[in-house]
């Protein structure tokens, strides 16, 4: 019997479901007290001397139209299955690397969303310059919005950022094009005045988008399709710095040696910014614990995903987000 339990959809990545499983065993290995039941192509994968504490579901399928999300609810896919072993108590948490829009209607049409709650979002936990981690949402979910889910989204990702990170009165900031209260989308500088006046959050207003990873708040909210392009454009910046960085160290033995001095010191910035402890986000909301990984995600990335939710297990997230908002 295991104290915790995952199930991981493995179908959907990019390059195949190779570096899900080799996830999962690191991580099973580290944490026997764990249980992963995969659910994918299992017969592209070498299930050779895996750990006690991974089940292995032999699901091929995908949605065959993501598009047609009642058409997608219907199918034998592996994301349906790991829906549907939450659904009857086999995992405690869900993990999936398909297609976006399939796995939130999914979750949210089945498993449902919390009470009081209007929409779930997507929501990623990164690392600021200064170390300190810090959430954002939406980054892709919901591309309109209404100035209630803004409000809503504030609430959630706090009692999120108090439970697993152990600080009682977390900094939220509204992403906007400006610090000025006239600045923005009518829903933004609705919610701007709503929060000002809530008393459950320490809301410190109107941030810039050039703030968001120097550690200034800890909860940044933005609507999904901002949301999407602040992640999107983040991921390009740090691979065009570090591809830059090479070019120009190599371009000299002068700089070559240079190089090698500061190497340690470039190390130390890349597992701030490296772009894969972003490689999954939160599916804030709805009632369950469920987290998206990447298209493109890489063995790094799952590794992360799996242990925030076992983290996120052991703080009995769940209940306490449910006790709070009820």
């Not at 498993?111 to 892709?140: C, E, H, Q, T």
């Not at 459950?200 to 120097?214: A, K, P, S, W």
């Not at 999107?232 to 090698?260: M, Q």
């Amino acid at each position: 019997m295991y104290k915790y339990s995952i199930g991981f959809d493995i179908n959907g990545n990019d390059n195949g479901p190779v570096a899900a499983l080799e996830a999962a065993k690191e991580f099973a290995l580290a944490n026997k007290d764990t249980k992963i039941v995969l659910v994918g192509d299992i017969q592209k994968l070498n299930i050779h001397n895996l750990p006690d504490n991974i089940k292995l579901i032999d699901n091929p399928n995908v949605p065959s139209d993501p598009k047609n999300l009642k058409q997608s609810l219907k199918e034998n896919t592996s994301m349906n299955e790991i829906i549907n072993l939450y659904e009857s108590g086999a995992v405690q948490s869900l993990l999936s690397s398909g297609d976006s829009g399939s796995y939130i209607s999914a979750l949210t049409l089945k498993i449902r969303r919390l009470k009081g709650i209007s929409r779930p979002a997507f929501m990623p936990v990164a690392n600021a310059i200064n170390g300190r981690k810090f959430v954002f949402l939406d980054v892709g979910a919901n591309l309109d919005v209404k100035s209630q889910w803004l409000e809503e989204w504030a609430i959630l990702a706090s009692i999120f950022y108090k439970t697993m990170f152990n600080e009682p009165t977390p900094k939220v900031a509204l992403l906007n094009i400006g610090v000025e209260d006239y600045k923005g989308l009518i829903p933004t500088k609705e919610a701007h005045e709503n929060l000002k006046n809530n008393r459950n959050i320490n809301y410190l207003g109107f941030q810039e988008t050039r703030d968001l990873f120097r550690g200034y708040f800890d909860v940044a909210i933005i609507d999904g399709y901002g949301g999407n392009l602040v992640l999107k454009s983040y991921e390009g910046a740090v691979l065009t710095l570090i591809d830059s960085l090479k070019s120009s160290i190599n371009k000299t033995l002068k700089r070559k040696i240079g190089g090698l001095l500061v190497k340690d010191a470039f190390k130390d910035v890349m597992k701030i910014l490296d772009y894969r402890n972003v490689g999954s986000a939160w599916v804030l909301g709805v009632n369950c614990l469920a987290l998206k990984t990447h298209g493109s995600s890489d063995k790094k990335s799952y590794l992360s995903a799996l242990n925030q939710l076992k983290d996120a297990l052991k703080k009995d997230l769940l209940n306490k987000i449910v006790k709070e908002i009820n």
